[in-house]
């Protein structure tokens, strides 16, 4: 059987992760698709740019217009990353009959209900496995492998370079900037890092997997996204000396009101072994009503453990090359007209547990005044851990371990709190989920 032409759109970090694993191991996949796999047209910005990957037999151009119009090629890999140049070329692709493979997560959270409608229509193939958690295998766990379940909620840790400065930070007391400077510079950061520190490639993530999960659209837009930027390490220490470690997760959670749609940092037992993945790994826990919790874990980001899911993917398309469109597995796990709009809740609805780190005057009725506010508002305290002054401040920080409540009325209780004269700075506060599997 003739190969089956492949275009990649960037040869970049995963490009060349993907055309080295499809050289490496083109024997195996061949015998795992039917047909071989060859990448005929490939195009990056600067052509004298020399490459971690093998060029042989591949024709590098400058215009990506190219790639997506050539007639020889079937199925394009999309690997520019971005959302405008990514969206126009991948929509032009498709118009011209090509099945698409991204690791795009951008693209996919923003336009892929246009995308998806366009490629229904032109009766191919978007395949998206590397667009989440990197080389874990978890869309297609999702879609498929847990199809029997009403699957209850997810929470993971989706963003490899937040994990990876977070760790750094952890254990090797590292500056934020010099560890987000090293994720960089091993390949798993964004074109611009804001993405990843500040929680919104997460929530592109997270969107996808609502989405496949729930059966819903994907509603990227109205998620809750606050990032690890103002995370401070008197925080991190004080958490771990109470048993507990901070990750940026990505929570969507089915509620009676609505979805919980949320990436935020967020304290977690350390004994749950989510607690426990670190570095640039991601891990993501989905809780199906038959299966019970699993958990699936791997590296989140990186060159081959990308193209792992990108190949994947591939070899997904050539196989079902043949298969009537009807019968293909639905892009967004369910069936397109089987999609059910569900509102997704405001965090001021979404109810979690929280800590809480005060600066207090150390005189006689100041806890009481705080624990009063609280329990005004209907907020039960897990426990409280009062410290030592720092040398030469009449200020003592004061941590305070609540159970769960509205965001609202935590808002609420905040505000009253930095009114207090016995308190200095601002209140300090995380958000903190025990992630058991009663948790629904
Ligand atoms: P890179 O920046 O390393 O690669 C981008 C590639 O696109 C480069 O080869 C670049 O060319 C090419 N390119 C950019 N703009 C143009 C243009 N206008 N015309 C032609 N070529 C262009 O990105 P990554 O490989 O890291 O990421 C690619 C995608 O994969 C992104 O969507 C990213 O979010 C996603 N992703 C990345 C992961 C990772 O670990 N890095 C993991 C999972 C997903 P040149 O080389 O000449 O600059
Ligand atoms: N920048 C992303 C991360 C790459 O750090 O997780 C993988 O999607």
Known sequence: MKPVKIGMLG????????????????????????????????????????????????????????????????????????YELARTLVLEAIANGKHVVTANKALIAIYGNEIFALAQKKKVMVAFEAAVAGGIPIIKSVRE??????????????????????????????????ALKEAQRLGFAEADPAYDVEGIDATHKLAILAAIAFGIPLKCEQAYTEGITKITRMDVQYAEKLGYRLKLLGIARRTNGGVELRVHPTLIPERRLIANVDGAMNAVLVKGDAVGPTLFYGAGAGAEPTASAIVAD????????????????????????????????????????????????????????VTRILADLGISIESILQKEPNVGEVAVPVIILTQRVKEKNMNEAIARIEKLDSIKDRVARIRLEHLNCEWV
Request: charged share 25%; proline share 6%; net charge negative.
């Open 145 to 178: 492998g847990l199809a029997g379940n009403r699957i209850e909620w997810l929470a993971g840790i989706i963003n490899g370079t937040s994990n990876y400065i977070l760790t750094q930070m952890r254990d090797k007391g590292a500056d934020f900037s010099d």
């Open 314 to 369: 591939l070899v997904d398309v050539v196989r079902t090359l043949t298969v009537d469109p009807n019968s293909r597995v639905p892009h967004l796990a369910f069936q397109p007209d089987a999609l059910v709009d569900m509102p997704i809740l405001p965090i001021e609805e979404v109810e979690t547990s929280y800590y809480l780190r005060l600066h207090a005057i150390d005189r006689p009725g100041v806890l009481a005044d």
């Open 11 to 82: 040869l970049g970090t995963v490009g060349c992760g993907t055309v080295n694993v499809l050289a490496r191991n083109g024997q195996e996949i061949t015998r795992r698709a039917g047909r071989e796999i060859k990448i005929v047209q490939a195009c990056a910005r600067d052509l004298s740019k020399i490459r971690p990957c093998s060029m042989e037999g591949i024709q590098l151009v400058s215009d990506p217009h190219q790639v997506v119009r050539n007639p020889e090629i079937e199925v394009i890999v999309e690997l520019i990353g971005g």
